[in-house]
């Protein structure tokens, strides 16, 4: 370095910095043969521990709950028709029941089935039964002169 440039071969780690990699367990010799520093017996002295493991105690893992929230077993699940799909469905007026909902592929059959009030019925007169209706699909209903009936 007469020039007094410092270039990338001439870099070296500080001394003392680096040392070379013990090899431990190579027989009964040497400094590190046979438990190879481990100790005697006991877990940290085998080969493998589980991440886990918590010395025989029931682990984190297994002792917290699995399923996350909580679902109501006696949720009602409603199908739901809109006013807008009935008027669509029966332009003609009349009687409208969730069989004939099915009939006319409005809902699938065996759920119970909720009237809502998203669209207007365009004057169609209709007498509809269904196990719920909103507030809103009632109004729209009798306000064009039909009736509402909950089973």
Do not use: C, W
């Not at 481990?38 to 886990?52: E, L, M, N």
């Amino acid at each position: 370095m007469s020039d007094g440039l410092l270039k990338v071969h001439h870099l070296r780690p500080a001394p003392g910095s680096k040392s070379a990699k013990i090899r431990v367990g190579r027989g009964e010799g040497g400094r590190r043969g046979k438990t190879a520093g481990r100790g005697t017996k006991g877990s940290q002295a085998r080969y493998q521990v589980p991440a886990g493991f918590e010395g025989g105690q029931m682990p984190i893992h297994m002792r917290l709950p699995k399923l996350k929230g909580f679902r109501n077993a006696f949720r009602v699940e409603f199908q739901v028709v809109n006013v807008a799909k009935l008027a669509e469905l029966f332009p003609n007026g009349g009687t409208v029941s969730p069989e004939a909902m099915v009939e006319a592929g409005a809902v699938r059959k065996g759920a119970p089935v909720k009237v809502l009030g998203t669209g207007d019925l365009g004057g169609v007169k209709l007498d509809v039964t269904a196990h719920a209706f909103s507030a809103s699909a009632a109004e729209k209903i009798a306000a064009a002169g039909g009736s509402v009936t909950t089973l």
